[in-house]
């Protein structure tokens, strides 16, 4: 009986070791699973974000004309829609060619104006330290990079349809989804609820206001800073910059560097002075335009920032880098009404 009962408790203490096998393999795939539909739901919500971004134009635009004319919000929305894709066709039907061209002949030009500048960077010490650091696997891991953001970057272009219909989905009846929101908040907060959208919605606006002036005012001065020194290619470098001004910090820096290898290939001076150039106007809409446009809606410590884009971009690709100050604005008014004013009450 004894050895029955001890063949038992032990046959127990085995099938209670398999069963917690296969719990923890099962928390395990459970939590691989989660995580995995967790990024694919959080790309999802970046693109919902994109479409939210958009909707904000349409109506910040549609307060500016009901402001002036009077009309009703219903043609003032209609107004704002057509005159924007209006002067997006536009500006595509009358630059377009132009713009073709110099992005061709800029991508012509590139490999021998790289060598250019290895050349002439190789006649100095400072630039042979510089050379050895972009060669072997360090120029490999740079190629890598540059490959894999642009190649997030085109599944972003082939997300534009999705967001462009999800903006106007949010453009036509923003209340539908803003009470939707409104209604998984209990009734105790539901005007702190109402606050904190009006907030966001807000920010955004100042955030979205800035960066449009941001990005036309950069495309000028770049463009007629590089027209002035015979710089090739001058608009398509000019809407390069206005277009990575999406991208705070890192952008600016980017958008600096096929300028001024064009520039080496005429002299070094020219290449300082471009180099000049992109620092100056970066510096006039960085640090003046943009906080007078914003007027400190905004105002977010610049590491916070980086590395917000850091985690975004790991996270989410390219879009994720260009929509990783409004996220982040979210999270800071969020964190501040549901935490900070509370503990402070």
Known sequence: MAEEKKA???IKKELSYIQKVWHTVAIVALLIGTILIARVAFNVLMMALAGSLIAIYFHGLGDVIQRFTHLPRVWAMAISITVSFLILGGMLWFMGNKIEVQI??????????????????????????????????????LMGTVQTFFSTSFGVLGDVYIILLLGI?????????????????PKPKKELGKHIINRISLSLKGWLKGMMVSIVLITILIYGGLTIMGIPAAMALALITGLLELVPNIG??????????????????TAIVVS?????????????????????????????????QLV????????????????????IILIDELYVKEINK
């Open 8 to 10: 038992t408790e032990i």
């Open 104 to 141: 061709s002949q800029l991508s012509n030009t590139l490999p021998h104006t790289v060598s250019t500048a290895k050349a002439k960077l190789s006649e100095t010490t400072l630039g042979q330290k510089v050379l050895e650091n972009f060669s072997g696997d360090n120029s490999d891991k």
């Open 169 to 185: 989905f949010f453009t036509s009846s923003p209340s539908t989804y803003k009470n939707g929101i409104l209604l998984l908040v």
């Open 252 to 269: 600016s820096l980017v958008a600096m560097i096929p300028g001024v290898l064009l520039a080496l290939t005429i002299s070094t001076n």
């Open 276 to 308: 000049l150039i992109y620092i100056v106007s970066q510096t006039i809409v960085g640090n003046i335009i943009t906080p007078l446009v914003q007027k400190k809606i905004i105002n977010m410590p610049p590491a916070l920032t980086l590395i917000s």
């Open 312 to 331: 975004m971009g790991a996270l989410s690709g390219a879009l994720g880098i260009i929509l990783a100050v409004p996220l982040l604005a979210i999270i």
